[in-house]
């Protein structure tokens, strides 16, 4: 039977938005709305923080939280660490971990049921979650990553550019003979995978585009996707948090 541990990295730095977990979305800071829609759906949710700020506040509205080192280059790193750090302190152990992204608030179940489903297949190692994009202007938009996949729903590559390259697009014609996905920053590891994962070193695909992800496939580990119609939507920026504000 699987077990899954939900894991909410946050760090009180950011370039764009210093603070961003616990800057207030309506009269709740933004972790504790992450943190309330994973624990609706996970028995078992802690915040993974480097920072005493975050982990007093999220204590503070009756939630777990685990300090962490500061060194940690990636959120998978810090997930490593407080998967050990919570099974010891709660003598529990878990077969799988869904990292959550502490900056999208609008979390829906929908997201989580889906990457749990992807353990049904034992062979599942890492599962991360895709949506057809609808609006052709994310295929330019770097910050919008795109994905190819399978057959079989597996990830091939992921690129900030839009690929595949549709040739018939050069004569002016829209690219509606294809489906592009965009990649939705939601992961789930098996923790036997997670923990090889935090040793790989740096590869020259991850380090091209700037995604972790690549790392793992250049290093000979699927990830299975599955295809979600409920977009997330980040908080990057202090505008970002005002758009979602109207939106709750």
Partial sequence: MNHFLGIIPARYASTRFPGKPLALLGKKPM???????????????????????????????????????????TGTERCAEALELFQVEH???????????????????????ALKGCFKDAQTQIATLIQAVKDTEDLSNPNVVKVVVDKQFRALYFSRLPVPFIRAVQGGEKPDSHTFYSHIGLYAYSTKVLRKLIHLPTTPLEKAESLEQLRWLESSYPIQTAITEHPAMGVDTPEDLEKIAKMI
Avoid: C, Y
């Fill in 91 to 113: 003598s529990h152990e878990f077969t799988h971990v869904i990292n959550i992204q502490g900056d999208e608030p609008l979390l829906k179940k929908e997201h989580l049921l």
């Fill in 31 to 73: 972790i504790q709305w992450v943190f309330e829609r994973a624990s609706a759906i996970l028995s078992h949710v802690v915040v993974a923080t480097d920072d005493i700020r975050i982990k007093e506040a999220v204590e503070g509205f009756g939630g777990k939280a685990i300090m962490t080192s500061p060194e940690h280059n």
